[in-house]
């Protein structure tokens, strides 16, 4: 199994440009999530989705959207990136509701707006 | 809101020195706690985790964590530290579906 992939490694995008984080794992998890990551702050809940078709904000979703159509694929997406929005961007998988915090992580991607 | 705590920001300890990271939460229910280790430049792994039983838990690579309900602590341990444990490690506390995190201890190890 891969596990959690993610795609780009880097960006770079000027403020205004939209873009596309894909996230995919091949673990037939059915929850999955995206984590910003800042210096000093410990991981921040993008949104999550508890399966396919089902989305949820969590604690900084303003900016981004997600979608799930399928299982395997939870991408994310900046309609208009803003300096602020300079971090890393973890996805996150889980399997069943009782080993549901149990999280397996992607490499990330660097985000960079300027 | 529930919280999690780690009390200290960056620690730098000698190659054999002991290491306890303290981590607090905040939440009162049932909870399954976590800590995490996260590599310069890489994603995040999970090292240990609490979900029931005997409250002292043993990780990867000599780690181990335990869990005091009384003080609502998960600390994380290691007899003797080296240099190859240089990393920031997270704790974290699941519940009702999510992982909330601690900010990170970065642990620096001289060699």
């Known amino acids: 199994n891969a596990g959690v992939t993610q795609t780009p490694k880097f960006r770079i995008l000027k403020i205004g440009q939209s873009m596309t984080l894909q996230c995919a794992q091949d673990?037939?998890?059915?929850?999955m999530y995206w984590y910003r990551q800042d210096p000093g702050m410990g991981l921040k809940l993008i949104y999550y989705?508890?399966?396919?078709?089902?989305?949820d904000k969590g604690e900084v979703p303003n900016g981004y959207n997600v979608s799930r159509s399928t299982t395997e694929d939870f991408p994310l997406r900046l309609e208009l990136a803003a300096p602020s929005q300079t971090s890393v961007y973890f996805c996150?998988?889980?399997?069943?509701?009782?080993?549901?915090?149990?999280?397996?992580f992607g490499p990330g991607t660097r985000l960079t707006v300027l | 809101a529930q919280s999690v705590s780690q009390h200290n920001h960056h620690v730098i300890l000698s190659e054999a020195a002991s290491l306890e990271l303290g981590c607090n939460y905040s939440?009162?229910?049932?909870?399954?706690l976590f800590w995490y280790v996260q590599y310069p430049g890489q994603h995040l792994q999970l090292l240990l985790k609490?979900?029931?039983?005997?409250?002292l838990v043993k990780g990867i690579k000599g780690f181990e964590a335990e869990f005091i309900k009384s003080k609502f602590s998960f600390n994380l341990r290691k007899p003797s530290v080296q240099w190859s444990d240089t990393a920031e490690y997270f704790c974290a506390v699941g519940s009702q579906g999510n992982l909330i995190f601690g900010k990170g201890t970065k642990l620096s190890v001289k060699p």
């Open positions: 996150a998988s889980a399997y069943h509701w009782d080993r549901v915090n149990e999280q397996f």
């Open positions: 673990m037939n998890h059915n929850y």
């Open positions: 989705s508890v399966g396919a078709g089902i989305t």
């Open positions: 609490y979900f029931s039983g005997d409250p």
């Open positions: 939440y009162g229910g049932t909870v399954n």
